[in-house]
């Protein structure tokens, strides 16, 4: 006959190995979730950056031509359109739009590092138990 502490002992085993393999689980969904976030992330900057740069370039190339039409030459006409206080204000937005697709490429490369730290901790877990 059992003893009913002996299996009372053994259910409440299974439920803590149990509640500690829904924990790790957990810990790794919520680790994929946040790469899914931050991937929405980048492809809106992106988006961003693609919609910024093509406005760049047609500002300088507008602003470039205009000055050739009037008589610049093509040296003293990029010149002219760096000088240009809206194309600094442009070249800044573009930068500052491609620096935040390369902050969200290194959170998603972070992210990448803990799912791989986790998963090898569960893994570990695994054989020791």
Known sequence: MEDPREKLMM??????????DNLQKNALHQIVEG????????????????EIETNY???????????????????KAEANVQADVEWADKYRELQLARLKVQKTLKLM???RMKFEA?????????QIQ
């Open 35 to 50: 790469i899914e976030d931050i991937w929405e992330s980048w492809v809106k900057a992106s988006e961003e950056v693609i």
């Open 118 to 126: 986790e998963r090898t901790n569960q893994a570990n877990l695994r």
């Open 109 to 111: 490369e972070i992210k």
């Open 57 to 75: 370039k047609a500002f300088c190339s507008a602003t470039k031509k205009a000055l050739m039409d009037a008589g610049a030459t093509a040296t």
């Open 11 to 20: 259910e409440f085993k299974r439920l803590e190995q149990e509640e500690k």
